[in-house]
């Protein structure tokens, strides 16, 4: 050790050893920008990709977001080809946690005011020659209402980003928008840069329907007629899907609250017509301690049976040890100088990086608990624990990787799963059976002759105690229909 180079920062020893970045600054996968590097598939993911609403199941930190984005990009690409999917990420509830009561209403237009935007952006490129006058009129309404795209600052900005304009050009343009605001201009004039040509037309047009867009806001339209009127547009424009990707509410939540959380998306997931409008595609990633509310608050008739296409797809996952070693592994490549360590296995190689060599990321591997950003937080922590000083070793040492370890177990195992207290009944059988009569009976209740049949799932409550521990039991009283026989498996939890 004692031989040793000596570096004065992290940087500067992260360079030594190849590294063009910080293979774990971004633990967070939407901050990450060499993600779609070294993403691991689940084995259900083109499942997923496909044109029907779905539900995916994870625990904080095993892949929900890492999934939406990969998603994301797809659609993105789909835009170039035939399948046109336009992707809208729904992620930011910030405006909605604040509400005594979330409505439809709500969802609809956080949904749209990221939705708006991105069709925007696809019209900067394509133009709206293809759109119908009254559509022309539509769009722009819906941009007005949803964005801030067409008011002076942001044109000005837009212009300004339109690659391969000398300064000249852009004055030009501008002074053509300053002409159109002042009403000099009704059609923009000929050779005009694309771009800045559609801004212009949009403009053109949101000054002269003034008058009949504040004559279309004073009309009551429903949630669902706003979203039918954009899909209409966006079919102009030759989108086949709308993939709606909810994600993040999670970070939302308070203090773990998944009751609040469920209570919040209801009145989003309890609305079958706007789940199976076409061409909308929604997409959920939702927080594995969700999954219990959510099934309380879906049809249980929509789930994924026969593989119909009007049903709903769920999904759970569990990471296995050699897929987090396989992507930790695919993640450091990422962020390897590939014109410094020309061998993949060395590029793969976290062990080279240890005085003591040994497989250091299986026993990592194991303290990450199926968690990929429990297993690059640790390996964060390792780093950081090495480079604390100003005079940095050129190799991790043993008592560095204790200390780390150490530490992440206490920062970690902080918020590790406590034993649940709780517990799931689910009664099942053929219809008449008795099945209502004997949940009646555990809660202490009397017996009823006439008791109707179960239509769908009951829930009760129901308060047990065992050894002095108060355990709260909930009595799923399944209906005996013969359709929901097959529905049984996606109440089960892995626990």
Excluded at 14 to 22: I, R, T
Excluded at 245 to 273: A, G, V
Aim: proline share 4%; net charge negative; with cysteine.
């Amino acid at each position: 050790m004692e031989n040793q180079d000596k570096y004065p920062d992290m940087e500067t020893w992260l360079a030594h050893h190849g590294f063009k970045a910080h293979p774990f600054e971004n633990i967070l996968a939407e901050k990450d920008p060499y993600l779609d590097n070294y993403f691991e598939y689940f084995p259900f993911l083109r499942e997923i990709e496909k044109p029907r609403s779905s539900f995916l199941f994870l625990e904080r930190g095993k892949g929900k977001s890492a999934n939406r984005i990969i998603l994301t990009q797809q659609c993105d690409k789909s835009l170039k080809t035939s399948e046109k999917k336009l992707a809208v990420p729904y992620t930011d509830f910030s405006r909605l946690i604040k509400k005594d009561k979330v409505t439809l209403a709500d969802h609809v237009e956080e949904i749209l005011k990221e939705a708006v935007p991105r069709l925007y952006d696809l019209c900067i490129q394509r133009g709206i020659e293809k759109l119908p006058g009254e559509f022309i009129k539509e769009f722009v309404w819906f941009i007005s209402k949803y964005s801030d795209k067409l008011n002076p600052l942001s044109i000005t900005m837009q212009i300004d980003r339109i690659e391969g304009l000398s300064d000249e050009e852009k004055k030009n343009i501008l002074s053509k928008l300053v002409d159109i605001l002042k009403g000099r201009v009704q059609k923009p004039l000929e050779n005009i840069v694309p771009g800045a040509s559609v801004l212009f037309d949009l403009l053109s047009v949101f000054l002269n329907i003034k008058t009949d867009q504040e004559k279309l806001s004073q009309i009551e339209h429903s949630p669902l007629d706003f979203m039918s009127r954009f899909a209409e547009i966006a079919k102009y424009f030759n989108i086949n899907y709308i993939y709606i990707l909810i994600d993040q509410i999670d970070e939302f939540s308070q203090q773990n609250d998944f009751l609040w959380t469920t209570n919040m998306l209801k009145p989003l997931i309890e609305t079958i017509p706007l789940l199976e409008m076409r061409p909308y595609v929604f997409k959920f990633f939702l927080p594995a301690e969700m999954k219990d509310n959510i099934f309380q608050s879906l049809r249980q008739d929509r789930f994924d049976v026969h593989n119909r296409e009007d049903f709903f797809d769920v999904y759970e996952y569990t990471w296995q040890p050699n897929e987090l070693k396989k992507m930790f592994e695919h993640r450091l490549d990422a962020y390897v100088d590939k014109t410094q360590i020309i061998e993949k296995v060395e590029r793969h190689d976290f062990s080279r990086l240890f005085s003591e060599r040994k497989d250091i990321v299986s026993e990592m591997v194991q303290f990450a608990d199926h968690s990929p950003r429990n297993l690059l937080a640790l390996a964060k922590i390792i780093f950081e624990e090495h480079t604390k000083s100003n005079q940095i070793d050129e190799l991790i040492s043993k008592e560095a990787y204790e200390r780390a370890i150490i530490r992440f177990n206490k920062s970690y195992k902080k918020s590790e799963k406590k034993v649940l207290a709780e517990v799931k009944v689910l009664l099942v059988g053929n219809g008449g059976s008795g099945k209502t009569s004997l949940v009646r009976c555990l809660r202490g209740e009397s017996f009823d002759k006439y008791q109707a049949k179960t239509d769908g799932i009951e829930i009760l409550p129901w308060n047990i105690e065992v050894e002095t521990q108060k355990i709260k039991a909930r009595l799923w009283d399944f209906g005996g229909q013969e359709i929901m026989h097959t529905t049984h498996l996606f109440f089960l939890s892995k626990r």
